[in-house]
């Protein structure tokens, strides 16, 4: 089995940073894709960021040039650098990681268990 942990949330004012990170440990396994996905109240989860285990990226629109998503493939370890943060980013962060255990031969996605980011002065 694998566990993914999830840290990095907090309180921040606008125009701060905060570092997410995702924390993979359990049984041999492999990660393919990464994923950052947020979900504010009343809203739907959506995707935030990607990277692909050959280091390609893609953000949503709103984070560009803001978010930088990053893996340490050593550490099993996925991070989301978030600068310029804004209110409008609140909300609670969700890592998705696509992982294939050893032994196995379909991949699956796990899920983190949240973290809360609150932007506010």
């Known amino acids: 089995q694998v566990q993914l942990v999830e840290s990095g949330g907090g309180l921040v004012q606008p125009g701060g940073s905060l570092r997410l990170s995702c924390a993979a440990s359990?049984?041999?396994?492999?990660?393919?894709?990464v994923n950052w996905y947020r979900q504010a109240p009343g809203k739907q989860r959506e995707l935030v960021a990607a990277?692909?285990?050959?280091?390609?990226?893609n953000y949503e629109d709103s984070v560009k040039g803001r978010f930088t998503i990053s893996r340490d493939n050593a550490k099993n370890t996925a991070y989301l650098q978030m600068n310029s943060l804004k209110p409008e980013d609140t909300a609670v962060y969700y890592c998705?990681?696509?992982?294939?255990?050893?032994?196995?031969?379909?991949?699956?996605?796990?899920w983190g268990q949240g973290t809360q980011v609150t932007v506010s002065s």
């Open positions: 998705m990681l696509t992982i294939r255990v050893s032994g196995t031969y379909y991949p699956h996605n796990y």
């Open positions: 359990g049984s041999d396994f492999t990660i393919s894709a």
């Open positions: 990277i692909t285990n050959g280091g390609s990226t």
